[in-house]
């Protein structure tokens, strides 16, 4: 039995029907329930068996429009649009995990912060709320991190229109940074090759 296999067993021993265990090209991922989130958490921390102390990363995700235009919708496997991704290290058994929970409500998403779990993901979640808008209740800081403050909407979401809402310059007369409507028209940006007639044939 490989490292792998140990583990697996491990988390389905650990969480049974409470989590999905999924493992695709030789990684595994836990699908946690919202309701679950921080109590599954926590024992992915706690658990000697387990004993994942160390969060590499945390992000956000947005499903909708997943696979198309080569998928159609209903191939979807994703139960809503909006998810966090976890990365997990444990150094003691020297292995990781993937853990995937998605957001019960596509309009307002909202997840419990894990910061009293793993400390390093406050700016993590920092940054998915900023770019995702998905919010963590109970973080203690929870303000946008790389866009400026007074930035409208959540841009990796994929509604967002790719040259944004309003656009700043600085203007010389007030002698500050301006805000204004996007003036960029919008412009066709797929590549057209054109041709003569008979290219590439040898005459």
């Not at 290290?89 to 990781?96: A, E, F, G, K, P």
């Not at 419990?112 to 919010?135: H, M, Q, S, Y």
């Not at 007074?150 to 841009?155: D, K, T």
Request: charged share 30%; net charge negative; with cysteine.
């Amino acid at each position: 039995m490989n490292r792998l296999d140990t583990l697996e067993n491990k988390l389905q021993a650990a969480f049974g029907e409470h989590a999905t265990l999924l493992r695709e090209l030789g990684e595994l991922t836990l699908v946690v329930p919202a309701k679950n989130w921080v109590d599954t958490c926590k024992a992915l921390r706690d658990d000697a068996g387990l004993a994942f102390q160390i969060c590499i990363d945390l992000c956000g995700v947005d499903y909708s429009g997943w696979g198309a235009p080569t998928r159609p919708a209903e191939d979807n496997p994703h139960p809503r649009r909006f998810a966090v991704v976890l990365h997990l290290l444990s150094v003691q058994h020297n292995w990781r995990l993937r853990v995937r929970g998605y957001v019960d409500d596509d309009e307002f998403p909202i997840l419990p912060t894990l910061v009293d779990v793993w400390p390093a993901v406050n700016w993590f979640e920092r940054e998915a709320f900023d770019l995702f808008g998905i919010v963590f209740e109970g973080h203690p800081d929870l303000r946008r991190i790389l866009t400026d403050y007074g930035f409208i909407g959540h841009p990796f979401r994929k509604d967002f229109p790719i040259s944004g809402h309003v656009e700043m310059r600085y203007d010389p007369e007030q002698k500050r940074v301006v805000y204004q409507p996007v003036s960029i028209e919008p412009r066709e940006i797929t590549p057209r090759v054109v041709r003569e007639e008979g290219y590439g044939i040898e005459r």
